[in-house]
């Protein structure tokens, strides 16, 4: 087999990059079951009729075939009647909306769910985007209704997730957050009526600038030269405080623009605001040109950006759906974000903000003196695991040199070497005995030690992932 | 959209099953970690001509196709240069084998790793046989060489970590353990030649009985009744001792076998028991009637059972391996274990040998008094969990009944009463400060507490995995 090369959009890391990736997923999930949060997983294909049920093409499907089963050019029909065609899930929504009606009769409602998994889009590879990568979802979904109050809770809930990752060495995060309700409102108050339209026009305000999606505006939503204008003064209020209401409010007046669903729209986002100026100062911004693009949101949308890092684009985005699933009988209303975790990691290793202390969980490296005695070194590791130090024995019982140079390659800061019982030697002088000696292989330094008590300094204990 | 049916072979479970899964999951990290492995996760897909390349046609590979790029019968040229036909993994020793290749360069060597993933393979589904499940792996691989130890290090290692796992009321296993030399050194010394043949019908000693394997042995590896003989003999051998291998000897003598493979094998398989037996005592059986079909195994193989459902098949299989990977200059021999992690927790949940004590990590329900004081009720959760404490908060300021009711239908032990501060009644009549008070919904009993200060007792802090 010649060395194998990547696959473009398929990360993976190596020990170290993975130590922050499981470092992080670990903050996440704490922080998301202190909130109450239950974590779910889903299986990882779904029937392709469903995935492609929002006409989310964009999201580039893989779809699946088995080898042994369909000869190729019959990829559309299974010999087994539970063979309806299968694609990879391309988000962490899809599964969750038809993992709620499968199990409702089994779920509490409002269920609180947290999901960290992989999803595949086949796009083209780019910075920042992938083919595979792992998501960190929280959603709230209700029976039949969902009280607003959740769409300030669950950008409270990343907004403390994410900032607990700045221990080591994560740029703070700016949480964007926009009201549909208040963007419908407006336009639909201005007299403009293709809402999609105009949304999807404001949401290029970044690629293009302003001049551009006026153009756009004119061109493709119907709008005036004055309605397009009114739209950008819109987009182009943001603010931290509930004053951003007043300035939304003073503009709609200036453009005599009134309604009831701007009215509601602009209550709950300074809600919102006020919530967060208090619970998390400095990172929830309200941003009126932030649009997302899908049409299913009806109420808070979010996007994040990480600090210093904007071109990246967001690293978790979302809102409040009216119909996150619905049986017929039953609507499901949810609020949720998706953390984009991948795009993180990938991020914090590219650009070297954040490092691990070794490449191995071992604290220690238990020497061995001759493949003889590898028991009294095995029994010495498993004394110091048995009190939760990570330990490995060395591979042989090469000098101590090489055996200290075993633990420097990866890091690991303790070396051990067993001591020995009293003995006779060869021309039958008495040996004494050795204790056990530890040596701190970067400050050689070297103490006698048991391994019933003795215990590293607790920054040694596991591999430190901090600031690069 | 209608209720979704399950599909067949793609497990999914409640968030009572996904906790159990996810405190296996916990379990074994921990006790892979304590013993040095290095993490790391792989992408879920390879080039399918890799996954093909030991003609592993049984695993029933899933090949991908994008939807958007390829018309359907044209699945087999991709239009882009990178595209070239990927499979989902069906193990995690191809991957973890194409990984070392490709990172050699970064890797210390002996590397030491672990890897929980899914894995896919489009067999037809049987109890405890699925398309999707999770594998828990781990191997150490060498440069070039790889000493015998760690055949003996690494079922002692699945040994702690699955014995870690009665606690919460997982039976305890036995791990099988044979060594490929004894088997072939054995065959090799009777005179039979065709070794994959004769490992082939001995495996399926438990499907066929002996008789059945003897008309194997005679019309498929070519053996005499005597040859047979002698080899359901030597199958017939287990024991948790070194007398085992005199057991073998003693038959190897009395059928005129002597091999210096079998020596060596004998050796080294005397080893593994006798430390073992030490170890782990009795959980480490020798039985030589362990076949393992797979071809690339060269020394120790592994099987493990869980007591008292051994019809559920092998939940722990491995090996030692002389050639985990090759980039044609350098060899890597490795040796390692799998654990059917889906597989296990499938039964546990199904014949109810565990259970959670709730359903939400959350210890506190902090009850609303009404929607304009909500504030206070976060400003509780969030003092509780500053503390470490799960804490969700009421989904609305219905009536206490009512509030209790939801903590109790997810098992939330504790429902927390804000208090308020000192005011006036409508009336004039002055109203006292009332504390917060917390209630433990189980006993009923009721006391004054203080969010600053108030701890759960430690089995009631997250959801208690147990026995069922």
């Not at 670990?26 to 492609?52: C, K, Y």
């Not at 709620?100 to 509490?108: D, K, T």
Request: proline share 6%; charged share 25%.
């Amino acid at each position: 087999m010649a060395r194998p090369t990547p696959l473009s959009g398929f990360p993976e890391w190596l020990p170290q990059g993975r130590t922050v990736e499981q470092h992080i997923l670990d903050a996440l999930r704490r922080t998301f079951e202190l909130h109450g949060f239950a974590g779910i997983e889903t299986r990882a294909v779904e029937p392709l009729d469903q995935l492609l049920r929002k006409g989310e093409t964009s999201k580039e499907v893989y779809v699946l075939r088995r080898l042994q089963e369909e000869a190729p050019g019959d990829s559309s029909s299974g010999s087994e009647s539970d063979d309806r065609q299968l694609g990879l899930h391309f988000d962490l929504t899809v599964p969750f909306a038809r993992y709620v009606l499968e199990n409702a009769g089994h779920l509490a409602f409002p269920f609180k769910r947290y999901q960290i998994q992989k999803v595949w889009r086949g796009e083209r590879p780019q910075d920042g985007r992938f083919r595979e990568f792992v998501q960190a979802d929280i959603d709230v979904v209700g029976a039949g209704e969902l009280p607003y109050h959740y769409e300030v809770e669950l950008p409270l809930v990343i907004a403390e997730a994410l900032g607990s990752l700045a221990a080591i060495g994560v740029p703070p995060v700016r949480i964007l957050v926009n009201n549909r309700k208040v963007a419908e409102g407006f336009y639909r108050g201005l007299g403009l009526e293709d809402v999609e339209g105009v949304l999807r026009s404001i949401d290029k305000l970044d690629k293009v600038g302003p001049k551009g999606v006026a153009a756009l505006l004119v061109a493709e939503a119907g709008a005036t030269g004055e309605q397009a204008a009114a739209c950008l003064e819109l987009a182009g209020i943001s603010g931290s405080d509930a004053s951003v209401v007043d300035r939304v409010r003073e503009v709609a007046a200036r453009h005599c623009v009134t309604s009831e669903l701007l009215e509601t729209g602009l209550v709950e986002l300074g809600a919102l605001v006020t919530a967060a100026a208090e619970r998390a100062p400095g990172v929830v911004v309200a941003d009126l040109k932030i649009a997302r693009g899908l049409d299913y949101y009806t109420g808070s949308v979010y996007e994040t950006v990480l600090v210093g890092h904007e071109q990246l684009g967001s690293i978790c985005s979302g809102g409040r759906y009216d119909t996150l699933a619905s049986d017929g009988d039953k609507t499901y209303p949810g609020v949720g974000l998706s953390i984009g975790v991948s795009r993180l990691v990938s991020r914090l290793l590219g650009a070297e903000l954040v490092t691990v202390s070794r490449s191995v969980p071992s604290a220690v490296v238990v020497a061995v003196t001759s493949e003889e005695t590898r028991g009294e070194s095995d029994r010495i590791g498993t004394a110091l695991r048995a009190r939760g130090i990570p330990v490995e024995v060395a591979p042989s019982a090469a000098k101590f040199g090489k055996q200290i140079k075993y633990a420097d390659r990866r890091g690991v800061p303790f070396v051990w070497f067993p001591g020995s019982a009293a003995g006779t030697a060869e021309d039958g002088t008495p040996v004494p005995a050795k204790s056990d000696q530890v040596k701190d292989i970067r400050s050689g330094e070297q103490v006698e030690a048991d391994p019933a008590t003795w215990q590293p300094p607790a920054a040694d204990l596991w591999p430190r992932v901090q600031a690069g």
